[in-house]
């Protein structure tokens, strides 16, 4: 069974860093990306990141140049490092696995819109604030 797992979320201040992990179990890297999304009070869900073996990495404009993934292969890993995070960024982050084919669809088209067949985590909060 294909699983995903978020942790590292916390309260930090402004300026501050912070790194999510998500957990795979199930799949290979090989045939599924990791898509990370998050979704602030009262707006909707956004995809803010994307990494894949084969395809490589996209970021939303909103995170660009602040968050970065990377991958590690041989424990199922996926991190996503959050720097100079601001207030914007408080909300649910979730990470979910995407068929390899979803996951070169957000890369080179920039957006993704989740499928039905893409698997989720249970969600990890982060909070930005004084």
């Known amino acids: 069974e294909v699983q995903v797992v978020e942790s590292g979320g916390a309260v930090v201040q402004p300026g501050g860093s912070l790194r999510l992990s998500c957990a795979g179990s199930g799949f290979s890297f090989d045939d599924f990306a990791i898509g990370w999304f998050r979704q602030?009070?009262?707006?909707?869900?956004?995809?803010?990141?994307?990494?894949?073996?084969?395809?490589?990495?996209?970021?939303?404009?909103?995170?660009?140049?602040?968050?970065?993934?990377?991958?590690?292969?041989?424990?199922?890993?996926?991190?996503?490092?959050?720097?100079?995070?601001e207030p914007e960024d408080t909300g649910i982050y979730y990470c979910a696995a995407l068929p390899s084919r979803h996951g070169e669809e957000w890369i080179y088209s920039g957006s993704y819109r989740p499928y039905d067949t893409d698997v989720w985590g249970q969600g990890t909060q982060v909070t930005v604030s004084i």
Not at 52 to 74: H, P
């Open 40 to 85: 602030a009070p009262g707006k909707e869900r956004e995809g803010i990141a994307c990494i894949s073996r084969s395809d490589g990495t996209v970021y939303a404009r909103s995170v660009k140049g602040r968050f970065t993934l990377s991958m590690d292969n041989a424990k199922n890993l996926v991190y996503l490092q959050m720097n100079s995070l």
